[in-house]
């Protein structure tokens, strides 16, 4: 089964920095993998999704997501932060069917001005 | 615009009252899903739907019921609410047809229920 784990559940950055969110998962499978954002009092909406296709994936709003098999790992990544990316982001994954959509713990991301 | 909507936004009420949160879309999607949002623990999915009176249980089930009539609906429904079913609730769907495993789920925008 599909397990999703994210490591740390608030990052603060400053403005103009580097933001790296974690994400590794686990799976005897191939995974299907996602990073959605959730802006206050909103739904969540997709950044972007990791198809076998490339394992460098770019999404919205600039950010982007490797895929490394060899650390089992999906780390989101934005070369330099803005206000406006403050947020909570959550990584999601599954391995294929109709199994259950597994969501990490959810990374809130303040950022300083 | 394609849209899951969910009603209430907001519903506040009493250990045991029967409620139903109701979740509607308008983009055909075979797979719905149920998932509840708490600090700490992310989201966590309560029941899904594969198709029209198909549905099965996810990992916290219980205290919910979920029905699929028409593929558009997948009410939400708490016959005796209790205070640790509040949260706040999603509703997702997402195409999901054979093969198409990449599709992301498509998001309501949440209803925040609180029981007392």
């Known amino acids: 089964a599909q397990s999703v784990t994210q490591l740390g559940s608030h990052v603060s950055v400053s403005e103009g920095a580097l933001v790296l969110l974690r994400c590794n998962y686990s799976?005897?499978?191939?995974?299907?993998l996602f990073w959605y954002v959730q802006y206050p009092n909103q739904g969540l909406q997709l950044l972007l999704k990791y198809t076998s296709a490339a394992t460098l994936v770019k999404g919205i709003n600039g950010f982007e997501a490797e895929f490394k098999k060899s650390e089992t790992s999906f780390h989101l990544t934005k070369p330099s932060a803005h206000m406006s990316d403050a947020a909570e982001y959550f990584c999601?994954?599954?391995?294929?069917?109709?199994?259950?959509?597994?969501f990490g713990i959810g990374t809130k991301l303040q950022v300083i001005p | 615009e394609a849209q899951v909507t969910q009603n209430p936004r907001y519903l506040i009420t009493v250990t045991g009252k029967k409620l139903t949160v109701t979740c509607s879309q308008n983009?055909?999607?075979?797979?719905m899903s149920w998932y509840r949002q708490d600090p700490g623990l992310g989201l966590r999915q309560i029941y899904y739907s594969m198709n029209v009176e198909v549905t099965d249980k996810g990992d916290v089930p219980e205290g919910y019921k979920v029905s699929r009539k028409e593929k558009r609906n997948f009410p939400l429904i708490l016959e005796s609410p209790s205070p640790n079913q509040t949260s706040l609730y999603f509703c997702?769907?997402?195409?999901?047809?054979?093969?198409?495993?990449?599709?992301?789920?498509?998001f309501g925008n949440g209803t925040r229920l609180t029981v007392t």
């Open positions: 997702a769907s997402s195409p999901r047809d054979s093969g198409v495993w990449d599709s992301p789920l498509h």
């Open positions: 999601a994954g599954h391995s294929g069917g109709y199994q259950k959509v597994t």
């Open positions: 983009m055909n999607h075979e797979y």
């Open positions: 799976s005897s499978v191939p995974p299907y």
